[in-house]
């Protein structure tokens, strides 16, 4: 198991940074993949960036260019670093870990930062 803690979220203006942090309960190397989703009101949960092997990291085309994902293994921390952000990057972000137990892969959760961006 593994527990997930986001952060790094608020308000800001359209052009302006955040910097999200998702600190895990357990090493990052132990864990399958790590991805950042987020969901708007009304909408799906939609995945942003995600990391797994090593540092292999993809991005959704939205946040091509913008947004940066990252990992300090030695505070077991996952980061998701956004520029040049816009207001339709406002949502809840969530934080996922994906661990094989039991020859089973399975989702784990953070509660999620809200990111609202103004125009």
């Known amino acids: 198991q593994v527990q997930l803690v986001e952060s790094g979220g608020g308000l800001v203006q359209a052009g302006g940074s955040l910097r999200l942090s998702c600190v895990a309960s357990r090493s990052i190397f132990s864990i399958n993949a790590v991805r950042w989703y987020r969901q708007a009101p009304g909408k799906q949960r939609d995945l942003v960036a995600s990391?797994?092997?090593?540092?292999?990291?993809n991005y959704a085309d939205s946040v091509k260019g913008r947004f940066t994902m990252s990992r300090d293994n030695a505070k077991n921390t996952v980061y998701l670093q956004m520029n040049s952000l816009k207001p339709e990057d406002t949502a809840v972000y969530y934080c996922n870990a994906v661990l094989l137990e039991r020859l089973q892969f399975r989702d784990y959760w953070g509660q999620g930062t809200q990111v609202t961006v103004s125009s």
């Open positions: 990391m797994s092997g090593g540092s292999s990291t």
